[in-house]
């Protein structure tokens, strides 16, 4: 059964930093394109950062420059580092894995993150 499980996430000053990460498990974790969304308090859930399953990126504007997103296949992870952090980037963040054009599509439950002074 494919699962995903969020950790890293909590209360963090502005202008700080959090690591987010992703274990998986349950199915062929190298072949899925790996994603962090995120939906704050009374918004839809949107796309942050995207990592193929051939290494290419891809991010939303509001957060070039101040986010990272990578993969270890070996250890089936997937992590969002994240700088710089903003009271808009608070949200809960979500972790994705999906084959593309296929039903394969998992998601995890969530880690909360709380920019706030």
């Known amino acids: 059964q494919a699962q995903l499980v969020e950790s890293g996430g909590g209360l963090v000053q502005p202008g700080g930093s959090l690591r987010l990460s992703c274990a998986a498990s349950?199915?062929?974790?190298?072949?899925?394109?790996l994603a962090w969304y995120r939906q704050g308090p009374g918004k839809p859930r949107e796309l942050v950062a995207r990592i193929s399953k051939s290494g290419n990126t891809e991010y939303r504007d509001s957060v070039k420059g101040r986010f990272t997103i990578s993969r270890d296949n070996l250890k089936r992870t997937v992590s969002l580092q994240t700088n710089s952090l903003k009271p808009e980037d608070t949200a809960a963040y979500y972790c994705?894995?999906?084959?593309?054009?296929?039903?394969?599509?998992?998601w995890g439950q969530g880690t909360q993150v709380t920019v706030s002074s």
């Open positions: 349950g199915f062929d974790f190298s072949e899925y394109d």
């Open positions: 994705n894995a999906k084959v593309p054009l296929t039903l394969y599509d998992f």
